[in-house]
């Protein structure tokens, strides 16, 4: 089965550090989407991304958050300045097509950001 | 506003007894509801999903859920327990076919021998 692949696995930063986190989704996947979930709470929407431009956000994603799809296959979260609540793990999520409920949602394994 | 409450952050059974993880949802509209599973050091994976139509789902790996719009439950079942079956499953809602899903806090399956 495809697989939407997410580096590095684990990174570790300092607060007010730049982060970004990288994400390949599938190859004929058309929407994209991240996730996160903090220790031990639930997994949150924060963005999705539709033909270069966001459709939807939550109010998690903030101005220090972006998404970004720079070369046509990675598709990046950049959080601008860390704060020590951004740590938690981020999925990366992506999906073909079509009538949004008919079509599966693939998820990569995460990215575990801990801010120091 | 919608929000999905998971019963049990942790459920043990044993290998080969029915497993039962507990979803109930609220949603002003009507729902689109999935269960998906992690399984450790994993991503997560869909499990099964409903849209429309038939109010009983069948998923991967033996697992079913039936949409009961009067109990506002989306309980996942497993007729027998299997050792890798152990993993945490979430329980999710949107409202539309867009995936801004709303997750439950999800429910760790513990399988004892």
């Known amino acids: 089965e495809p697989e939407v692949t997410q580096t590095p696995s684990h990174q570790v930063t300092q607060m007010g550090q730049e982060v970004i986190l990288r994400c390949v989704p599938i190859?004929?996947?058309?929407?994209f989407y991240w996730y996160r979930q903090i220790l031990g709470q639930k997994v949150e929407f924060l963005v999705s991304?539709?033909?270069?431009?966001?459709?939807?956000k939550s109010e998690i994603f903030d101005d220090q958050f972006s998404v970004e799809r720079p070369d046509g296959s990675n598709f990046t979260l950049k959080i601008r300045s860390t704060k020590l609540e951004d740590s938690a793990m981020y999925f990366c999520a992506s999906r073909r097509q079509g009538t949004g409920a008919n079509e599966k949602l693939f998820f990569g394994s995460g990215t575990q950001l801990s801010v120091l | 506003a919608q929000s999905v409450t998971q019963l049990g952050s942790h459920v043990s059974v044993s290998e080969g007894a029915l497993v039962l993880l507990r979803c109930n949802y609220s949603?002003?509209?009507?729902?689109?509801l999935f269960w998906y599973v992690q399984y450790p050091n994993q991503g997560l994976q869909l499990l099964l999903k409903y849209t429309t139509g038939a109010t009983l789902v069948k998923g991967i790996n033996g697992f079913e859920a039936e949409f009961k719009k009067s109990e506002t439950s989306f309980h996942l079942t497993k007729p027998s327990a299997h050792m890798s079956d152990a993993a945490e499953y979430f329980c999710a809602v949107s409202a539309d076919s867009n995936y801004q899903l709303i997750w439950g806090a999800g429910t760790k399956l513990i399988i004892k021998p």
């Open positions: 991304f539709y033909n270069n431009e966001i459709s939807e």
């Open positions: 190859s004929n996947h058309l929407y």
């Open positions: 949603s002003s509209v009507p729902p689109y």
